[in-house]
């Protein structure tokens, strides 16, 4: 199918056609969180990585709350948080996540915590003014891996 279709004289790149020939799986890796099971996307969702960076800087609920819908759906913070979620919790989770969307099983809970740790100590300790936080583009090409 060519991804140039003709409307009147004009022609129209049409990527909708070209996404719907290139659709890929769109689940992947399953976590279970407070006996609840949340499959992730195979490719993070562009409001994730948007939202991602905004998050660093906010301490606004409102942001990690439309982070968190785009993976995990519209209510998980407010369910997360009557179960008693720590932000260290919350953060283990999104590196873990943000890993394992694109590459399932490439980071362990227990590698996601210790990474989430150390960027917290260095941030603590003032390397550089500010550490980085896991973003879906770090995690996605391996820089987080071990």
């Not at 969180?33 to 195979?42: K, Q």
């Not at 709350?65 to 260290?88: K, Q, Y």
């Not at 362990?108 to 941030?123: R, Y």
């Amino acid at each position: 199918m060519s991804d140039v279709h003709h409307q009147g004289e004009q022609d129209v790149a049409d990527f909708d056609a070209f996404f719907s020939e290139q659709n890929e799986p769109r689940f992947g890796a399953t976590l279970r969180l407070y006996g609840r099971e949340y499959v992730l996307p195979t490719s993070l969702p562009l409001l994730f990585t948007l939202q991602m960076e905004r998050v660093q800087s906010s301490s606004d609920p409102n942001d990690i709350r439309r982070l968190l819908s785009s993976l995990f759906g519209p209510s998980s913070l407010d369910e997360w948080a009557e179960h008693g979620m720590t932000d260290r919790q919350l953060g283990v989770v999104l590196v873990w996540a943000a890993a394992n969307s694109r590459e399932p099983g490439c980071l362990s809970i227990a590698e996601a915590a210790e990474l989430f740790d150390a960027q917290e100590e260095a941030k603590e300790a003032g390397e550089q003014g500010k550490a980085p936080h896991p973003t879906p583009r770090t995690m996605a090409n391996g820089s987080g891996k071990r």
